[in-house]
Nanobody, 123 residues
Framework: QLQASGGGLVQPGGSLRLSCAAS????????IGWVRQAPGKEREGVSC????????KLAESVKGRFAISRDNTKNMVTLQMNSLKPEDTAIYYC??????????????????WGQGTLVTVSS
């Protein structure tokens, strides 16, 4: 299971930190990522990190603003989101797959989905 937390309402330019806690899977066998879905749009990969942390991917729209990290001793992945924009408003889902790139696709189909956490960027 993947449990996402940390969403909320934030003003443009603000920051949020999302966390994904994993249980019931071999955490360090999987890449973990964040997929978001804005109202009326398809799901899109935002960021992923390989099992070792050695491979990190970020969508072009969030480069320079978002950072992903993982702690395999705690089965936890964190997405630090800075300089948030209204267009970042979406439900953010935590997901796991053995291949990081799969999590970055449009409408990805990972092995595991977590529940979403809502991020709203508005003044």
């Amino acid at each position: 299971q993947l449990q996402a937390s940390g969403g909320g309402l934030v003003q443009p330019g603000g920051s949020l930190r999302l966390s994904c806690a994993a249980s019931g899977l071999s955490f360090d066998d999987y890449a973990i990522g964040w997929v978001r879905q804005a109202p009326g749009k398809e799901r899109e990969g935002v960021s992923c990190i390989s099992w070792s942390g050695g491979d990190v991917k970020l969508a072009e729209s969030v480069k320079g603003r978002f950072a992903i990290s993982r702690d395999n001793t705690k089965n936890m992945v964190t997405l630090q989101m800075n300089s948030l924009k209204p267009e970042d408003t979406a439900i953010y889902y935590c997901a796991a797959d053995r291949i990081c790139g799969i999590l970055m696709r449009r409408s990805p189909e990972p092995e595991y989905w977590g529940q979403g956490t809502l991020v709203t960027v508005s003044s």
